[in-house]
């Protein structure tokens, strides 16, 4: 007895079938050679508590050596500091602001009086400093800050418009990485994407 013809539906889900099991087959060999690697557990760093009664956390970012850095300041301050309309708040006076770091136990870095700077971070610097930088402008020229054990103020720069992200080194380098608003607005050095400053807020590399 002569078999039926084969139909064009099932001679492609056949072939569908075969495609995932043999793409299955590939994916278990890959995983056969990676050699295996032991897990790593997920461990408690320190606990973020408030250098002061009343104070809310407005950022915290990794410092060079590993430990958490934190920036605070009351309640009031934290929605000044977070405001995203920048020219609306630029007459506004400062807020005072702490920065911790972590070691876990905390360590109250600096406390400056009145900040001006709008979503601002902070990092470590070489010589007991502090450096703090706004993501956005408020209206003026300088959106970084540098500080000392004091909290007086020893040095300002700008870094540009739009930052996303903000580490230094041990040895004082300051890498800055920039959000989209940073890379295609008009900002000169936003533009980059990725730049290194030194200690004194100076571009010494670009990305191209």
């Known amino acids: 007895m002569a078999q039926p013809p084969c139909s064009h539906r ?24 990676v050699p295996r690697r032991p897990a790593i557990g997920l461990r408690q760093h320190a606990d973020l508590v408030p250098p002061a009664d009343g104070d809310d956390l ?26 995203s309309d920048n020219q609306r708040r630029s007459d506004l006076p400062g ?16 406390t400056v009086a009145g900040l001006g700077l ?33 909290g007086a103020l020893v040095l300002t720069g ?8 903000v580490r230094t080194t041990s040895v004082g380098d300051i890498w800055v990485a920039y959000f989209d608003e940073g890379v295609y607005g008009d900002d000169p050095l936003g533009g ?11 571009p010494s590399w670009r990305y191209s």
């Open 58 to 83: 407005v950022s915290a970012t990794v410092g060079p050596q590993g430990q958490l850095v934190s920036l605070w300041t009351d309640g009031q301050g934290r929605e000044v500091l977070s405001s």
């Open 95 to 110: 807020p005072a602001v702490r920065v911790v770091e972590h070691w876990p136990a905390p360590v109250v870095s600096v």
């Open 118 to 150: 709008a979503s601002p971070t902070a990092q470590p610097l070489p010589d007991g400093k502090t450096l703090i930088v706004g993501a956005r402008h408020r209206g003026q020229d300088h959106n970084a800050a540098v500080y000392n054990e004091m």
């Open 192 to 202: 980059h994407g990725l730049v290194r400053f030194t200690a004194d807020l100076e």
């Open 158 to 165: 700008r870094l540009g418009d739009g930052i996303e992200h």
């Open 10 to 33: 099932w001679i492609t889900r056949c072939h569908h079938v075969t495609m995932r099991r043999s793409h299955a087959r590939r994916q278990r060999a890959r995983r056969e050679q």
